[in-house]
């Protein structure tokens, strides 16, 4: 059975740093990418960043880039979202997922429909 645990979330002011984890288990496959998406109340849910198993390419929201890290420790099966300058619009429950045999196009790494697996959320809020 493939689990994603994430953790690491919690309320920090803005302009401060949080570091998410995405421990997964149960995984058999060859080929998926592992995404972070947030959903923050009355919104849907959006892609943040994903980063694709066979050779780690990211790819970011623009909303993040340059503020936020995605990576991989394979050892651990555990991807990582540093977060830095976090603003308190990225307030909202952060989820990874994963999706197998991904199509490495950036619209389809960021459509929730595509993804798989789902974690059940880590809240995340940045206070102004």
């Known amino acids: 059975e493939v689990q994603l645990v994430e953790s690491g979330g919690g309320l920090v002011q803005a302009g401060g740093s949080l570091r998410l984890s995405c421990a997964a288990s149960g995984f058999t496959f060859d080929d998926y990418a592992i995404g972070w998406f947030r959903q923050a109340p009355g919104k849907e849910r959006e892609g943040v960043s994903c980063?694709?198993?066979?050779?780690?390419?990211?790819y970011y929201a623009d909303s993040v880039k340059g503020r936020f890290t995605i990576s991989s420790d394979n050892a651990k099966n555990t991807v990582y979202l540093q977060m830095n300058s976090l603003k308190p619009e990225d307030t909202a429950v952060y989820y990874c997922?994963?999706?197998?045999?991904?199509?490495?196009?950036?619209?389809?790494?960021?459509?929730?429909?595509?993804?798989?697996?789902w974690g059940q959320g880590t809240q995340v809020t940045v206070s102004s």
């Open positions: 997922a994963a999706a197998v045999n991904p199509i490495l196009l950036r619209r389809w790494l960021f459509n929730h429909e595509n993804y798989d697996y």
């Open positions: 980063i694709k198993s066979s050779d780690g390419t990211t």
